[in-house]
């Protein structure tokens, strides 16, 4: 009788052990990444008063079972899943991911190294990124002079510091010219005083300057309708000014221009040009390349340079060290035009970069403006001058048994001799699955399930609190025989 009361006490601890499993994971249904728990009981050692006997062949007597009497019962263990992945929460917020995969995020807090559900990230003051959940930064690899990965220990990403803050300059090196000339458009009709159809092409050089070359295009005769002259009328800096002459004022601020004979290189052909006093740019008998036409039917057929496609604009041979050129010079490609009869009006818009991919586009110099985490892990800076750059990479860790994790709170763990070690390097998370950007793993506690265990529980508890006032009853009854 003694022991129905130790069997109830012991099934009033592990319902109430039970019962605060399922508080916390009620209190924990909103909580970013959480995995429910779920108590287990075992049977406890139990008391045998009688031994298990075989047949007894000689008196023909029957095996006997043994007689035990259990003795309540103990908690075996609370275990959580965390393999795989839960329930999706839309952010649509850039810095928030979600891993789809066996994996956690690796984090570090106090110095010490913890594994997390939760991507809820951010920069810190120092550009540090960090989980927003614990506060911990988030470890990943950083990138090496060449702008790859480098997938050596896992560390903090700064990811705003050093030369990550800006993004450097380069020089365009091509442009290209789309649209239509018309033949009827009277800016295009040749004429040797005629200024032709003025087009601007901009361009960035090696320190990030802006310039701007403004090209004419005129027929090259009278007796021709698709063969045009291309020429160049000037180039301007930064300033908005002529860099094609030398500009310097009077005692009164009136300018002068230096006319010391000058050369571009345009088209592969080395042109002179003088500049009067009145600031125009004099050509000596250039030999302008010529852009041609398919008189039939309007497609591009030419311009007369070593490709048939490119003309190169180059100011000098790229030996100064202020060079304003990229040092390679302006590569214009004139194969996207067309000449079509339209309404008399020709339309030409230089681009910068290739026609394909708009490679060799250059920009300025660019401040850091924000960032784009993609589903690999891999974090670009995206820059004031629409630049992107290639920051890092979030690692991750798998285990062999996640459930073997230690819960530490703050939505952490930290590995056991259960779960597997940590490298201290992680893995790629292509490896195991990828990244939801602008979404959150929910937590994955089913109030359905929680409360149908909560009633469970609740009656399992009344039922061991019965067998404690039963088994008093009974005691009772017995103390009472001595009336």
């Given at each position: 009788m003694m022991r129905s009361l130790y069997s109830g006490i012991s099934g009033l601890k592990v319902h109430q052990t039970k019962m605060d499993v399922i508080g916390n994971n009620i209190s924990n249904v909103s909580t970013i990444g959480f995995r429910a728990g779920s108590a287990n009981f075992t049977d406890v050692f139990y008391q045998t008063t009688q031994s298990a006997s075989g047949p007894?062949?000689?008196?023909?007597?029957?095996?006997?079972?043994?007689?035990?009497?259990?003795?309540?019962?103990?908690?075996?263990?609370?275990?959580?899943?965390?393999?795989?992945?839960?329930?999706?929460?839309?952010?649509?917020?850039?810095?928030?991911?979600?891993?789809?995969?066996?994996?956690?995020?690796?984090?570090?807090?106090?110095?010490?190294?913890?594994?997390?559900?939760?991507?809820?990230?951010?920069?810190?003051?120092?550009g540090t990124l960090y989980c927003m959940t614990n506060g911990a930064t988030v470890l990943g690899w950083s990138v090496d002079e060449n702008g790859d990965v480098r997938k050596d220990i896992a560390r903090p990403l700064n990811l705003m510091g050093g030369e990550n803050a800006y993004s450097n300059p380069t020089a365009t090196t091509q442009a290209t010219m789309s649209g239509n000339i018309d033949r009827e458009d009277p800016l295009v009709?040749?004429?040797?005083?005629?200024?032709?159809?003025?087009?601007?092409?901009?361009?960035?050089?090696?320190?990030?300057?802006?310039?701007?070359?403004?090209?004419?295009?005129?027929?090259?005769?009278?007796?021709?309708?698709s063969v045009y002259t291309v020429k160049v009328v000037d180039v301007l800096g930064p300033d908005g000014k002529s860099i094609l002459k030398k500009e310097t004022t009077d005692d009164n601020g009136n300018p002068i221009y230096e006319s010391t004979?000058?050369?571009?290189?345009?088209?592969?052909?080395d042109l002179s040009y003088n500049v009067d006093a009145d600031g125009e740019i004099i050509f000596d008998d250039a030999n302008w390349p010529t852009l041609?036409?398919?008189?039939?039917?309007?497609?591009?057929?030419?311009?007369?340079?070593?490709?048939?496609?490119?003309?190169?604009?180059?100011?000098?041979?790229?030996?100064?060290?202020?060079?304003?050129?990229?040092?390679?010079?302006?590569?214009?490609?004139?194969?996207?035009?067309?000449?079509?009869?339209?309404?008399?009006?020709?339309?030409?818009?230089?681009?910068?970069?290739?026609?394909?991919?708009?490679?060799?586009?250059?920009?300025?110099?660019?401040?850091?403006?924000?960032?784009?985490?993609?589903?690999?892990?891999?974090?670009?800076?995206?820059?004031?001058?629409?630049?992107?750059k290639l920051l890092g990479q979030i690692?991750?860790?798998?285990?062999?048994?996640?459930?073997?994790l230690e819960a530490v709170g703050d939505s952490m763990y930290a590995a056991t001799m259960n779960s597997g070690d940590f490298d201290g390097i992680g893995i790629d998370i292509s490896e195991v699955g990828k990244f939801s950007?602008?979404?959150?793993?929910?937590?994955?506690?089913?109030?359905?399930?929680?409360?149908?265990?909560?009633?469970?529980?609740?009656?399992?508890?009344?039922?061991?609190?019965?067998?404690?006032?039963?088994?008093?009853?009974?005691?009772?009854?017995?103390?009472?025989?001595k009336r």
């Open positions: 007894n062949t000689a008196t023909g007597a029957a095996g006997t079972n043994a007689i035990q009497i259990g003795l309540g019962a103990n908690l075996s263990s609370i275990n959580v899943d965390l393999s795989g992945t839960g329930a999706t929460q839309r952010t649509d917020r850039g810095m928030d991911i979600m891993i789809n995969g066996d994996a956690f995020l690796i984090v570090q807090s106090n110095g010490n190294t913890y594994f997390t559900k939760s991507g809820l990230l951010d920069i810190d003051a120092n009709a040749y004429s040797e005083d005629g200024s032709g159809y003025i087009t601007s092409v901009n361009f960035f050089d090696n320190l990030g300057n802006s310039y701007q070359a403004k090209l004419s295009i005129m027929k090259a005769s009278d007796e021709t309708d004979e000058q050369t571009i290189n345009f088209g592969g052909e041609t036409f398919n008189g039939s039917t309007g497609a591009f057929t030419s311009v007369s340079s070593e490709d048939g496609q490119k003309l190169n604009l180059l100011l000098n041979d790229g030996s100064s060290t202020d060079n304003s050129f990229p040092l390679s010079g302006l590569d214009i490609d004139f194969s996207n035009l067309t000449m079509y009869a339209t309404d008399g009006n020709s339309s030409v818009q230089p681009v910068r970069g290739d026609k394909l991919n708009h490679n060799g586009a250059g920009n300025e110099a660019g401040n850091l403006q924000g960032f784009s985490i993609q589903t690999d892990g891999k974090i670009y800076g995206v820059y004031s001058n629409g630049e992107k690692a991750v860790a798998t285990f062999a048994n996640p459930s073997g950007i602008g979404a959150l793993e929910m937590s994955d506690v089913d109030l359905a399930t929680e409360f149908v265990n909560m009633i469970t529980t609740q009656r399992a508890f009344q039922a061991n609190s019965r067998v404690i006032t039963t088994s008093d009853s009974m005691l009772e009854e017995l103390v009472n025989l």
